[in-house]
Nanobody, 128 residues
Framework: QVQLVESGGGMVQAGGSLRLSCAAS????????MGWIRQVPGKARELVAV????????SYADSVKGRFTISRDNAKNTVTLQMNSLKPEDTADYYC?????????????????????WGQGTQVTVSS
């Protein structure tokens, strides 16, 4: 059983930056694709960014492309999401998740339902 714990959320003004971190324990996640998903209460989840097991492949939602960067440190069993040029519409709860079926650089999670385990989330609020 893997436990994913997110940190780094908070409140920031528009144009600012935040760095979210996700630490995994209980099971290594270094062999699997991972991602960040966000959700505003009452709205659908949005898959923000995914990264393959090796880190060679990354993909982003159009809404964050060019502003967010996902990365991972397999030695530390962590994944990060660097968020720059934040906008009020980025306000949401952000979740880290792992897809245990994603074990190659081309077979990466494509939708929120692909993920098997999720963290508890961290809240990001961007004020205008």
């Amino acid at each position: 059983q893997v436990q994913l714990v997110e940190s780094g959320g908070g409140m920031v003004q528009a144009g600012g930056s935040l760095r979210l971190s996700c630490a995994a324990s209980g099971r290594t996640v270094s062999d699997y694709g991972m991602g960040w998903i966000r959700q505003v209460p009452g709205k659908a989840r949005e898959l923000v960014a995914v990264i393959s097991w090796s880190g060679e492949y990354t993909s982003y939602a159009d809404s964050v492309k060019g502003r967010f960067t996902i990365s991972r440190d397999n030695a530390k069993n962590t994944v990060t999401l660097q968020m720059n040029s934040l906008k009020p519409e980025d306000t949401a709860d952000y979740y880290c998740a792992v897809d245990f079926q994603s074990r190659t650089n081309w077979d990466v999670p494509r939708r929120s339902s692909d993920f098997d385990s999720w963290g508890q989330g961290t809240q990001v609020t961007v004020s205008s």
